[in-house]
């Protein structure tokens, strides 16, 4: 339980820059404070925090960002991050900018500088249009959780309270995009409409797994294929072929080559999906420690088949085939047949996150086969000029 705001204007808040690898070690380490007594927190792994916030992240091949600590009492009460992207801004002009990263105490006064602070940065780097959340990019975990508090969050996937977004209204934030995640049981029985239109196209469609000796190859398939799918989407941004190779070399350890489906239309590969096992039920164990012997337990309950449910963070079907009768049939197939896999593994639920809310063509997918609104992610928005 949260307690009602509070204000700290009497005892001095302090919002420090972050800088070096201890900054960014402090900075990874503030949800920590922030959630100590949340029971639907989950912990990240550290390892992988700091190496998101360091150098080493491709995406700072074309972006530039600052990170910020608040501090009241020496102790750490918040964190903010903002974000200038020059990809972004290709596409949607010159003056737009980010925040992200946003964690604050139930506090008014701290959520408040916070907010201010990472505004006036992106002002003096001539960004005058802000949105946000983006952890950092549209391409990594973004938005605030607006519905859907009494589940904890799945893999690679968003949380926070639910006061957040009356304050950031507060601070004159508008609701700009909706993102949704839909709960999807993994023993449904497709409708008589998909058996039919998959029977329409079943010599035409053939799906596959991963080609684990041709894995380069096959990342940069996913890759141009989700570009191309998602490029006339809502605040796209295309992956660069180094993003989506780290994206690929972080999960391919994590993902069994039958959870991940590549779909071909007559021979060239047209649709894929990535399926994830809910790291989540077994992040809370480690407490964002790998070291010393986190990444056996981690690997002995992989190895096990304990772990319930999944996520698929990665879809697309090529453009051409949207609105579509072999559209429909290739993201049901991308879909089916990893599902079938995944039950027979143990997985009983998965999650399919996010989706844009007004992507009905995939809604309608989803909901015809037997999937759930259950969580709802918002973009805010401001105009800072």
Known sequence: ??????CLSEREIKILPVSGFRGIRDFADVPWKIYANDPLWVPPLKLERWLHFSRFNPYFKHAQWQGWIAYQDNQPVGRISAQIDTLHQERYGPHTGHFGMLESIHDEAVFSQLIRTAENWLIEHDAY???GPFNFSINHDCGLLVQGFDTPPVFMMPYSPEWYAGLLEQNGYSPRKDLLAYWLETDFEPPPAMRMIDHKYRNQIQVRTLR???FDEEIEIMRTIFNDAWSGNWGFV???SEEFAELGSSLRW???DEFVQIAEMNGEPVAFMVGLPNLN?????LNGKLLPFGWLQLARKLRANTITTARVPLMGVRKQFHHTLPGIALAFKVIDAPRKIAHARGIQHVEL???LEDNQPMRAILEKIGAREYKRYRIYEKALA
């Open 129 to 131: 249009q802000i949105t």
């Open 353 to 355: 996150s996010w989706i």
């Open 281 to 285: 039920e077994i992040l809370p164990a």
């Open 254 to 256: 994590l993902v069994p």
């Open 1 to 6: 339980m949260h307690s009602s705001p509070g």
């Open 212 to 214: 684990r000796n041709q």
């Open 238 to 240: 295309p992956f660069t």
